[in-house]
C-alpha cells in the first residue's frame, strides 16, 4: 500500500496525488473483499428465490423492507453511541456471525423452506446495509473533489470482488455444496475489517474535513435522526425520490427476469448458471467503466450528467421490451442496466453526500439505502403484480415505465445542479471556519505529466 512502489500504470489510469494513494487502494481492498463475500451469496439467493415461487416474491419484498423498518432505528441507536472506528467493524462482524448462523441452520436441516425464505431476506438486508455503511464511510474519509477523482476507481474494487464472487460459486459449490460456501463469504467479511482499521488510521492522520471530527468521535443524534433530517431536506428528498424511481423501475426489470427465465429456463441448475453469467457479464462491463470511464465522465460533464444517463438508458430499454419482450432483449438491458447502476449512477449518487455532515452521511443515508430503497421494492412489486391481476401484459408494463424514467432523469439533473450549489457554500464555510483550509497546488500525478493547481471543483489545470 506503499505510494513508493505504486506502479506506473495506476498513476495513469487515476488522477490521484501521492499521500491519497494508501487510502484509495486500501478502500479498493475494502470494496472488493466485501462484494466478494456478497456475490458468494448473491446466486443461491437468487435460486431460493425462484425455488420459493415467483408469486411469492412480493412476499420476500416486504418481509425485507418491513425488516429494514425494524433494523434502521436499531442502527440509529448504536451509531449515535458508538465512534466510526468501533461502529463499522461492529456491523461487519454482526453480519459475519449472521452468516455462520445461516450455514448451521442450512446444515442442520431444520425448517429448509423457512430458512431458504429467511435468508433471501436476510442477504437482501445484508447487501443494502454493508454497501450503504461502506460509502457513507468513503464520503466522510474523501472531500468533494477527492471523490469525483477516486470514487469510479475505488468503486473498481467492489467490481472486482463482484467477478471474483461468482467466480468462487460457480467453481466451488457443484464440488463442497451451497452452504459450505457460507464460512468463506464469512471470512472475507473479516478482511474488509481489517481494511476498516487501516483506513481509520490514515483518516485520523489526514481528516477530509477537520471540523467534522476524527474516527474516535460518536456520530451523535437521536435514533431517528436520519429519518427527521430526510425528510426536512429538500435536496435529501430529491435523493429519495431518484432512489425511489430507480427501485421501482430496477424491480419492474427483476420481475420481468423471474417471470420469463422461470418459463424459458426450466431446470434449476440451467437458470443458476444464467445468474452467475448475467453476473458475471454486469460486473465485467461494470470494472472497464469504473477503471477508464467514470472518473473522466463526472470530472468533464459534472455529477447531474452521469445521474441522468442510467435512466436515459431506461427509456431505450424498457421501449425496447414493450415491442420485443423476450428473453435475449431483456438480459442485454438487464446487464448494460445494473453495469450503468454500479459503475456511473452509484458512484456519482455517492458524490451527492461528500457536502453534507456526518449525521447525514450515516444516517440519513442509511435510511435512504435500506428503507426508502426497499420500500420502492415492496411497492413496485406489488404493483408489478397488480398490473398483471388487471390483465395489463408485459409489453404494456414496460411502456409504463417509460414516463417514470425520464421523470427519474430529471430528478438526476436537477440533483447535479444542487449538489454543485452546495458544494460551493460549503468551501467557502469552510474557509470561513478554517482559515488554515486554503486552496493549494499540491501536485496531482496522472502518468508523467505534472498537473498543477486543482479547483474547488475537483477539475486538474494541465500545465
Known amino acids: 500500500m506503499s505510494a513508493s512502489v505504486t506502479p506506473p500504470l495506476l498513476l495513469r489510469l487515476v488522477q490521484v496525488r501521492r499521500e491519497e494513494i494508501a487510502a484509495m487502494l486500501w478502500s479498493f481492498s475494502y470494496f472488493f473483499w466485501l462484494l466478494c463475500s456478497y456475490y458468494v451469496l448473491r446466486p443461491i439467493r437468487d435460486e431460493m428465490g425462484i425455488q420459493g415461487g415467483v408469486g411469492n416474491l412480493p412476499w420476500l419484498f416486504t418481509g425485507t423492507f418491513l425488516t429494514m423498518v425494524a433494523a434502521v432505528p436499531l442502527f440509529g441507536w448504536v451509531s449515535s453511541r458508538?465512534?466510526?472506528?468501533?461502529?463499522?467493524?461492529m456491523v461487519y462482524l454482526f453480519f459475519a456471525a449472521n452468516v455462520l448462523l445461516f450455514y448451521a441452520l442450512l446444515e442442520s436441516g431444520i425448517a429448509p423452506a423457512r430458512t431458504a425464505q429467511a435468508f433471501f431476506i436476510w442477504v437482501s438486508v445484508f447487501n443494502l446495509f454493508v454497501v450503504s455503511v461502506f460509502w457513507s464511510f468513503m464520503a466522510d474519509l474523501f472531500r468533494n473533489e477527492q471523490a469525483r477523482r477516486l470514487f469510479g476507481f475505488i468503486s473498481a474494487g467492489g467490481s472486482t470482488g463482484a467477478l471474483?464472487?461468482?467466480?468462487?460459486?460457480?467453481?466451488?459449490?457443484?464440488?463442497?455444496?451451497?452452504?459450505?460456501?457460507?464460512?468463506?463469504?464469512?471470512?472475507?467479511?473479516?478482511?474488509?475489517v481489517l481494511c476498516?482499521?487501516?483506513?481509520?488510521?490514515w483518516a485520523d492522520r489526514n481528516p477530509a474535513n477537520p471540523l467534522l471530527g476524527k474516527s474516535a468521535d460518536a456520530i451523535g443524534g437521536g435514533i431517528f435522526g436520519g429519518v427527521t433530517l430526510a425528510l426536512k431536506s429538500p435536496y435529501l428528498l430529491g435523493i429519495c425520490v431518484y432512489v425511489l424511481l430507480g427501485t421501482l423501475l430496477g424491480t419492474f426489470l427483476y420481475f420481468h427476469q423471474a417471470n420469463i427465465i422461470a418459463v424459458d429456463v426450466p431446470s434449476s441448475g440451467e437458470r443458476t448458471a444464467l445468474f452467475a453469467k448475467i453476473d458475471f457479464a454486469v460486473n465485467a462491463l461494470t470494472f472497464i467503466c469504473q477503471v477508464f470511464v467514470v472518473g473522466r465522465l463526472v470530472g468533464r460533464f459534472g455529477v447531474g450528467f452521469a445521474l441522468t444517463l442510467l435512466p436515459m438508458v431506461a427509456v431505450a430499454g424498457f421501449f425496447a421490451i414493450g415491442l420485443m419482450p423476450t428473453l435475449t432483449v431483456l438480459v442485454v438491458f438487464q446487464v448494460i442496466r445494473r453495469a450503468g447502476e454500479y459503475a456511473i449512477a452509484r458512484p456519482a449518487r455517492e458524490i451527492l453526500f461528500t457536502v453534507l455532515n456526518r449525521e447525514e452521511k450515516y444516517k440519513s443515508k442509511n435510511f435512504i439505502d435500506t428503507v426508502v430503497f426497499r420500500g420502492g421494492d415492496a411497492v413496485s412489486g406489488w404493483l408489478f403484480e397488480g398490473l398483471r391481476m388487471v390483465g395489463v401484459g408485459f409489453a404494456g408494463i414496460a411502456f409504463a415505465a417509460v414516463p417514470i424514467a425520464l421523470l427519474w432523469a430529471g430528478t438526476g439533473w436537477w440533483l447535479g445542479r444542487n449538489q454543485?450549489?452546495?458544494?460551493?457554500?460549503?468551501q467557502r464555510r469552510r474557509r470561513t471556519d478554517d482559515p488554515s483550509a486554503q486552496p493549494t497546488a499540491a501536485p496531482v500525478y496522472a502518468g508523467n505529466r505534472r498537473v498543477g493547481d486543482v479547483g474547488d471543483d475537483g477539475a486538474p489545470v494541465v500545465r
Open 82 to 89: 458508538f465512534p466510526r472506528r468501533k461502529l463499522l467493524p
Open 164 to 192: 471474483a464472487g461468482p467466480i468462487v460459486t460457480a467453481t466451488l459449490a457443484p464440488a463442497i455444496g451451497p452452504a459450505n460456501l457460507l464460512p468463506l463469504s464469512a471470512v472475507m467479511l473479516l478482511a474488509a
Open 420 to 426: 454543485d450549489e452546495l458544494h460551493i457554500k460549503s
Open 196 to 201: 476498516i482499521y487501516r483506513l481509520a488510521a
